[in-house]
């Protein structure tokens, strides 16, 4: 079973709401990552969340990652169809080298 | 630069034909990854190698052999297709060693079809 539990499954939105996505974890995490997936084609690394409380922007994406890191969220503001696809947690386990995901959020922003 | 290449792209096996996944990467990265992506599933780790010459048994690691050929190349094979091992497989690498940091870079996947 998968580690790194993502909610929701899906999501559709109209263009221009705000959405959040969560990704939480049962044990604590080593770095904490967030890819998105266009239909198809493969992963384009986002951002990368370390330190407890710790919170990142880019665009109008922004993730943060809790005290505890075993949750993360990432909050898109304003969101417009090219942010479509699916996102994707991931994380290493401490003190490996093994790199697990989480389930998805396939996303889906009507114009 | 053409990051981490896999080939094929796409592939059609019959139940119980054998076939192998090449993945190359020209990064100079360490760590090199293989994962399989069903619908609702995210990516599931089959098998990593850490460098060359260790390979290590991720979380779906059955019906699968691999092999680190060098620094550069990480192959997947299926000794004995299945058709639950209809997927979508991705081969990343990553540069560093233990500490985070650099985030994994990923092929283009390649898509199996096994009936």
């Known amino acids: 079973s998968q580690e790194l539990e993502q909610s929701p499954q899906s999501l559709i939105v109209q263009e221009g709401k705000n959405l959040t996505i969560n990704c939480t974890s049962s044990k604590t995490l080593y770095g904490l990552y967030w890819y998105k997936q266009k239909y198809g084609e493969g992963l384009i690394f986002l951002m990368m969340?370390?330190?407890?409380?710790e919170e990142k922007s880019h665009e109008k994406i922004t993730a943060k990652l809790d005290e505890k890191k075993q949750q993360s969220s990432l909050h898109i503001t304003a969101s417009q169809p090219s942010h479509a696809g699916i996102y994707l947690c991931?994380?290493?386990?401490?003190?490996?080298?093994?790199?697990?995901f989480g389930t998805g959020t396939r996303l889906k922003v009507l114009a | 630069n053409a990051g981490v290449t896999q080939t094929p792209k796409f592939q059609v096996l019959k139940t119980g034909q054998s076939m192998t996944l090449q993945c190359a990467q020209d990064?100079?990265?360490?760590?090199m990854y293989w994962y399989r992506q069903d619908p609702g599933m995210g990516l599931r780790l089959i098998y990593y190698s850490a460098s060359e010459g260790t390979t290590d048994k991720g979380e779906v690691p059955n019906g699968y052999n691999v092999s680190r050929l060098n620094k550069r190349e990480f192959s997947l094979r299926l000794e004995s297709a299945a058709p639950s091992q209809t997927s979508v497989y991705f081969c990343a690498s990553l540069l560093e060693g233990a500490s985070p940091g650099s985030p994994l870079h990923f092929g283009n996947g390649t898509r199996l079809t096994v009936t």
């Open positions: 991931g994380a290493r386990t401490s003190g490996t080298y093994k790199y697990i």
């Open positions: 969340l370390q330190k407890g409380g």
């Open positions: 990064m100079n990265h360490n760590s």
